[in-house]
C-alpha cells in the first residue's frame, strides 16, 4: 500500500541554523502537503506543492515537489524557537483522492 | 481557510465508559473527518463524517466503537464508545475545502 517515509525522525538544531527534511515514496503523488503540528494543537497546512519540479516558499519555509513525483523535501532557513514541533508531509491516497495519507512526522526541537 | 472548535479539548475517563467529541466549523465545509493520533505517532483516518447518513469508516475502525453524526454542513460528533487504555489518544476533526484543515484535537486518557 502506500507509504509515506519521513527523514529525519527527529532533529535538535542550533538556533540560527537552516533545516532540510524530507518525504519519500514508492508510489507517484500528484499533490505534496507539508503541515506543522505544534505542542497541543492540530496540524496546520504550511505548503501544497501541485506540480512536479514546482519549488514554493512561504516565509523562510521552502518545499520542493520531486520531479520523479515520489519524493518532496522542506527546508527551513535561519530556524527559531517557535519552529520547534512536528511536521508532517502528506498526499492523496489513490482509492480516495479526497482522503490524505500522512507521513511519520519530524520532530524538531531548537536549541536556543 | 475555516476555523475549527473541538469540546472537549482534554478529558480522563474511566475504562467502559463512552465519549463524545463534538466539532463545530464556523463556515460549511464540503467534507469532515475524525483522524486518531496516537501517542508519538502520526494521523490515522477513522472515518469521514457524511451529512445525513452513515460515515465511511476505514479498515479497522467500526461504527459500533466510534459512532459518528453529522447533521448538517459545519457540525459532527464522534463517541468513544466502552473505552479501554489503547483508545488513549489525540482525536481530531478535520474539515475540507479546497484544502483540508484540523481542529486543536481533544486528548483522551483512558484509565
Known amino acids: 500500500g502506500q507509504q509515506l517515509n519521513q527523514s529525519p525522525q527527529s532533529m535538535f538544531i542550533q538556533e540560527g541554523e537552516d533545516v532540510s527534511m524530507n518525504c519519500t515514496s514508492s508510489?507517484?503523488?500528484?499533490?505534496w502537503l507539508w503541515y506543522k503540528q505544534d505542542p497541543g494543537e492540530g496540524p496546520v497546512l504550511l505548503i501544497a506543492?501541485?506540480?512536479?519540479?514546482e519549488l514554493t516558499s512561504n516565509g523562510r519555509l521552502t518545499a520542493q515537489f520531486g520531479i520523479t513525483r515520489k519524493d518532496s523535501f522542506l527546508n527551513i532557513s535561519a530556524s527559531i524557537p517557535s519552529d520547534v514541533g512536528i511536521y508532517f508531509c502528506?498526499?492523496?491516497?489513490?482509492?480516495?483522492?479526497?482522503?490524505?495519507?500522512f507521513g511519520s512526522g519530524t520532530r524538531l526541537l531548537v536549541r536556543p | 481557510s475555516a476555523v475549527i472548535s473541538q469540546k472537549p479539548s482534554r478529558d480522563i475517563c474511566q475504562r467502559g465508559t463512552s465519549l463524545t467529541i463534538q466539532c463545530q466549523v464556523d463556515?460549511?465545509?464540503?467534507?469532515m473527518f475524525w483522524y486518531r493520533q496516537q501517542p508519538g505517532q502520526s494521523l490515522t483516518l477513522i472515518a469521514t463524517?457524511?451529512?445525513?447518513?452513515?460515515?465511511?469508516?476505514e479498515s479497522g475502525f467500526v461504527i459500533d466503537k466510534f459512532p459518528i453524526s453529522r447533521p448538517n454542513l459545519t457540525f459532527s460528533t464522534l463517541t468513544v464508545s466502552n473505552m479501554s487504555p489503547e483508545d488513549s489518544s489525540i482525536y481530531l476533526c478535520?474539515?475540507?475545502?479546497?484544502?483540508?484543515?484540523f481542529g486543536p484535537g481533544t486528548r483522551l486518557t483512558v484509565l
Open positions: 463556515s460549511q465545509v464540503t467534507m
Open positions: 506543492l501541485y506540480k512536479a519540479g
Open positions: 463524517a457524511n451529512q445525513g447518513s452513515e460515515a465511511t469508516y
Open positions: 502528506a498526499g492523496p491516497r489513490m482509492d480516495s483522492s479526497y482522503k490524505l495519507i
Open positions: 478535520s474539515g475540507r475545502t479546497d484544502e483540508q484543515f
Open positions: 508510489s507517484i503523488f500528484n499533490t
